[in-house]
């Protein structure tokens, strides 16, 4: 069974994560989230890191705001895909904890989504991606997902040309 980590820096982050929980339940993966923080308790955090290919997982989604360090440590301590979300924590709206994430040194990449729930959805359908390539079911489910968005365009279209 496929399964993607979600890790968090703060409780704050999980209005954003929701948006990865619904692409990710939709897929039908499975998904474990954990509130850990590289600053605050980077035991836990590292000890989470290193055990996540013995607990399943397949991609690790991250969300942080401000520093941002928590994608950057994460992929430090596996060879899992990582997936970084950055979030608006700071006057900067994001744009800190972009940077942060983008700017990995060479040798630890992080895949970095979009500030905020467009990006989490995005790192959502990425991890999908990423399983869809070993499951044909998942794989079936990101074609539909993908199809039905494409439909909706041209229903959109169709309503938009009605109203000329």
Known sequence: MSKVGIIMGSKNDFEIAREAVEILKEFGI???VIVSSAHRTPERTLEWAKTAEDRGLDAIIALAGAAAHLAGVVASETNLPIIAVPVSATSLNGLDALLSMVQMPGGIPVATMAIGKAG?????????QIIARSN?????????????????VYKDNEAVQEML
């Open 30 to 32: 499975e998904f474990e």
């Open 120 to 128: 989490a959805k995005n790192a959502g359908i990425f991890a999908g």
């Open 136 to 152: 044909k079911e998942v794989a079936k489910k990101v074609a539909k997902y993908k199809e039905d968005m494409k439909e909706k």
